[in-house]
């Protein structure tokens, strides 16, 4: 079937909306006409670095209605609301015990640019397209294992469902599956960006006493005192490792990075209290730590934790609860951008004009 997709032929290159050949779903797949699809900053870093092999279709926020399953599909059926989320294999020991973020496999099955079985289902001029994420959801339609695949309401806008597959997962589900912070403990948030600001929103769930946002934008800072913060930082104009301890009585109980900058993943160590749990979420460089002073004669822990440590068929439904019942406004970090503006949507993104952009494709 020819489909509309935003193709990507080399490293940095703009995206260019190109017709493509898609292939029908085999077993255990489910092909989705694409209603949207967030923009998220990892798609722009595998274009940038060569994180799958080119030409490739990107995009892993897709969200949309199952147009037809494959022989062995029974959680979804034509008709179904989905939101895509990231792949994984099912089968490892991290699989069968909850953890699917860090499948054995997730670097081949997200990255390497081929479904499960090895092979392809995008084509353009008899050559492969690769796929990303086990969706590529930047066109019109998608195939994805039934894995990818979460059913969700359908007296939801399925428009604006797309980023709980990745990014908003990422930032809520840090909270409410990793830390698990009791109610009145204390957290600090570096980087409000839409992890970031998702987040805060888990925060104030699970009745964080200090929810403390730290930025360099102060409509962002402003938007997470709308959404739960109760006490911000610009760091361009402050000792945030100070001004953290002093509003905290000693440091918080726990803190999430979300901007990957050195400089702020220390200040995220240093302001923990004693016993203090510090989550990394971003991407990271190699940086240098003190072990002893920073992390071991406190007894702090630091953690990496991908995609929100989430299940995510259980976990997106019950986000899309907590929205009905008003108490996860994420569709408030949200511009709607139409297909066509996808590079318009990278560049406000980079740029912070939008904090969770999301393409409208049919």
Do not use: W
Not at 27 to 36: P, R, S, T
Not at 113 to 124: A, P, S
Not at 314 to 336: A, N
């Amino acid at each position: 079937m020819k489909i509309k997709a935003a193709v990507t032929h080399s490293m940095g290159e703009e995206f260019k909306i190109e017709e493509v050949e898609i292939s029908d779903p085999k077993a255990n797949e489910v092909l989705i006409k694409v209603v949207a699809s967030g923009v998220c900053h990892t798609d722009a870093v595998a274009r940038d670095i060569g994180l799958s092999p080119f030409p490739a279709v990107f995009g892993h926020e897709g969200s949309g209605i199952v147009e037809k399953v494959g022989e062995g599909v029974r959680t979804v059926q034509p008709g179904d609301h989905v939101v895509l989320s990231y792949a994984s294999c099912g089968h490892c020991e991290n699989c069968l015990t909850g953890h699917p973020s860090v499948c054995v496999d997730f670097n081949a099955l997200n990255f390497g640019g081929k479904m499960e079985d090895g092979t392809h289902r995008l084509h353009q001029h008899h050559h492969e397209l690769s796929t990303f994420f086990g969706q590529s959801s930047f066109g019109t339609y998608a195939i994805a294992n039934e894995r990818n695949v979460v059913k969700v309401d359908k007296d939801v806008d399925i428009a604006l469902l797309g980023p709980l597959g990745c990014g908003i997962q990422t930032g809520s589900g840090t909270v409410l599956n990793k830390l698990r912070p009791p109610f009145g403990s204390s957290i600090a948030i570096y980087g409000t960006g839409a992890v970031g600001l998702s987040a805060i929103m888990a925060a104030k769930i699970v009745g964080c006493k200090h929810i403390i946002a730290i930025d360099i934008h102060e409509s962002r800072l402003e938007l997470a005192k709308e959404l739960g913060a109760t006490y911000v930082i610009n760091s361009k104009h402050a000792d945030v490792v100070k001004e953290i301890k002093e509003v905290t009585k000693g440091g918080t109980h726990y803190g999430i990075d979300t901007t990957g900058v050195p400089i702020v993943v220390r200040q995220g160590l240093q302001a923990l209290r004693p016993l203090g749990q510090l989550a990394i979420v971003g991407v990271t460089p190699e940086m240098n730590i003190n072990v002893h002073e920073e992390i071991m004669a406190e007894g702090k822990t630091m953690v990496g934790v991908i995609e929100g440590d989430a299940v995510p068929q259980l976990f997106i439904p019950e986000l899309v609860e907590y929205y009905k019942k008003g108490m996860f406004p994420f569709d408030k970090l949200v511009k709607f951008y139409d297909f066509t503006q996808i590079n318009d949507a990278f560049e406000d993104s980079k740029k912070g004009v939008a904090i969770k952009p999301i393409l409208k494709i049919s």
